[in-house]
């Protein structure tokens, strides 16, 4: 190796290598905040859709129920005749349906989430 | 080459089983490395964003870190894709080709800056990652996703380019 050469190879290394510094608190700090956001919009899109599945399902039992006693003779012979167990699934249907609505504005008044935004170096 | 990290190891599987403490200690040992990196890849105005979702997916996926390479390794390489991803984009800032400045002189930096402008993407990062930051050859083939003999003939070829501009401008 020439003297040149080794003088490129050390120029290299030299201005290649990372810059000398202490740590980056700042970004550190941007990084474990976005981390945070993460994670709870995480658990809010989870949140939310359990909410949606559970919604769902209540709706469908609702709307099997009504269906149901739509095709029915007479809306007595849904009360009073030979169907009382889809009755009772149409009005728990309904039961559950109106809970989830109660705790979904329940919960969406207490969390108040909202996107916050990091500040950026 | 960068010291062996069972340390970090260690921090990793804290950060997978939700330690934000274990997590904020490996960002603060691997920023200044992964950054210098990305800013010598020429991403200078969005090396902080690429760094940090490289840092989000270590959040995110921390749990599949298997401990058999190096976590730096393992970093380096999320970065380097989302570097790639980057730069499929029509982004301006990674399109000038130059590397950023990265150190501290700024002459050495200008320099530096002009020989890797002149390189291939993939060039330039095994020029950095194996004579600038330590790493040894297969390590940097692992961070880059390519073979071993491949990123050696790179490097060879990136240094060779370089040496010759290099030599020409000090003719």
């Known amino acids: 190796m020439t003297e040149r050469d080794q003088g490129f190879d050390e120029f290299l290394h030299y201005a290649l290598a990372p810059p000398e510094r202490e740590e980056d608190h700042a970004f550190v700090a941007r990084v474990q905040a976005v981390a945070r956001m993460e994670d709870r919009w995480a658990a809010e899109r989870s949140a939310a859709w359990r909410r949606f599945t559970f919604g769902m399902v209540a709706i469908a039992a609702f709307a099997i129920g009504l269906a149901i006693i739509m095709a029915a003779p007479s809306a007595t012979d849904a009360m009073t005749g030979d169907r009382p167990t889809v009755l009772a699934a149409l009005i728990a249907g309904f039961g559950a349906w109106v809970a989830l609505l109660a705790r979904d504005s329940r919960s969406a008044t207490s969390a108040g989430l909202g996107r916050a935004r990091v500040p950026r170096r | ?171």
């Not at chain 2, 990793?12 to 490996?26: E, I, Q, T």
């Not at chain 2, 000038?96 to 990265?102: F, H, L, V, W």
């Not at chain 2, 491949?150 to 370089?162: D, F, G, I």
Request: proline share 3%.
């Open chain 2, 1 to 171: 080459m960068p010291e062996r990290d069972d340390q970090d190891a260690v921090l990793c599987r804290r950060a997978a089983r939700g330690d934000r403490a274990a997590f904020a200690a490996l960002v603060a040992k691997h920023e200044r490395g992964l950054r210098g990196f990305l800013v010598r890849m020429g991403a200078a105005h969005a090396s902080d964003d690429i760094a940090q979702e490289a840092f989000l997916k270590v959040w995110r996926f921390a749990g599949q870190y298997d401990g058999r390479a190096r976590f730096a390794t393992w970093l380096t390489r999320i970065a380097w894709r989302c570097y790639i991803d980057l730069a499929r984009r029509p982004r301006p800032e990674l399109d000038a080709g130059a590397g950023g400045s990265g150190g501290d002189d700024p002459a050495a930096n200008a320099v530096v800056d002009d020989l890797l402008g002149r390189l291939g993407t993939v060039e330039r990062a095994a020029l950095i990652l194996c004579e600038g930051h330590g790493w040894s050859h297969g390590e940097a083939a692992e961070m880059l996703g390519l073979p071993l003999g491949t990123l050696k003939s790179t490097v060879a070829r990136a240094k060779a380019k370089c040496r010759a501009m290099w030599s020409e401008e000090h003719d």
